[in-house]
């Protein structure tokens, strides 16, 4: 079992920028592929971005790449996503997930543990 912790997130103006986190309850943590996935009302959950177990990989949705970067201290069991440039469309509860088999997956059912998630909000 594995408990995800976010923080980080808050209501910032279009254009600005936020940093979430996602620490990890067990240091086993560092074997895993890592995600964030966002909602946003009305939606589903959709893909934003993955990290593989020692941060050589990573990949990103089409609508965040070059605005948003993952990254993991496995040291600390925390993974990271620096979210610049934000957009009023970025608005969406963020959560952070965990693939025990390290698939490198985009697919929500490849995830096997989550977060609460974080709300972020971006206003025009």
């Known amino acids: 079992q594995v408990q995800l912790v976010e923080s980080g997130g808050g209501l910032v103006q279009a254009g600005g920028s936020l940093r979430l986190s996602c620490e990890a309850s067990?240091?086993?943590?560092?074997?895993?592929?890592m995600a964030w996935f966002r909602q946003a009302p009305g939606k589903e959950r959709e893909f934003v971005a993955a990290?593989?177990?020692?941060?050589?990989?990573?990949g990103y949705a089409d609508s965040v790449k070059g605005r948003f970067t993952i990254s993991r201290a496995n040291a600390k069991s925390t993974v990271y996503m620096q979210m610049n440039s934000l957009k009023p469309e970025d608005t969406a509860v963020y959560s952070c997930?965990?693939?025990?088999?390290?698939?490198?997956?985009?697919?929500?059912?490849?995830?096997?543990?989550w977060g609460q998630g974080t709300q972020v909000t971006v206003s025009e």
């Open positions: 997930a965990v693939d025990i088999d390290s698939s490198f997956s985009r697919q929500i059912y490849d995830y096997d543990y």
């Open positions: 990290i593989s177990w020692n941060g050589g990989l990573t």
């Open positions: 067990r240091p086993t943590f560092s074997r895993y592929t």
